[in-house]
């Protein structure tokens, strides 16, 4: 019993030690995406960055959402990878996502 007891103490806390601090940073681009091919060109070339995990992009709302291992890297240098590529990202800070307005429906 005393064994199985320190073998699951050692189990957690070595799970707790290999936790990773995942961010997400959202940013929005110049020149803007329009199209499935910059969506493509931004996936492709942020994916082979150190630390991230997730590309989204949305092109309606101009917005991508990358989502990262803060330690292997940062949000200021994601944001620099994108140069690397010709374009320019800019943080998209505290801003809550847009909410969709629901139309009022007819009764009859």
């Known amino acids: 019993m005393k064994k199985a007891l320190v073998l699951s103490a050692m189990l957690l806390t070595a799970m707790v030690g290999m936790a990773k601090v995942v961010k ?64 320019q990202a800019t943080e998209v800070k505290n801003e809550e996502p847009a909410k969709k307005e629901e139309k009022p429906t007819k009764k009859n």
């Open 24 to 87: 997400t940073v959202v940013v929005t681009t110049q020149p803007q995406m329009h199209c499935e091919n910059c969506e493509k060109k931004i996936k492709g070339n942020l994916r082979f960055e150190k630390g991230v995990k997730q590309i989204e992009c949305n092109i309606d709302e101009q917005r991508v959402t990358i989502t990262y291992d803060g330690d292997k890297t940062n949000s200021e240098s994601i944001i620099k990878s994108f140069q690397k590529f010709g374009y």
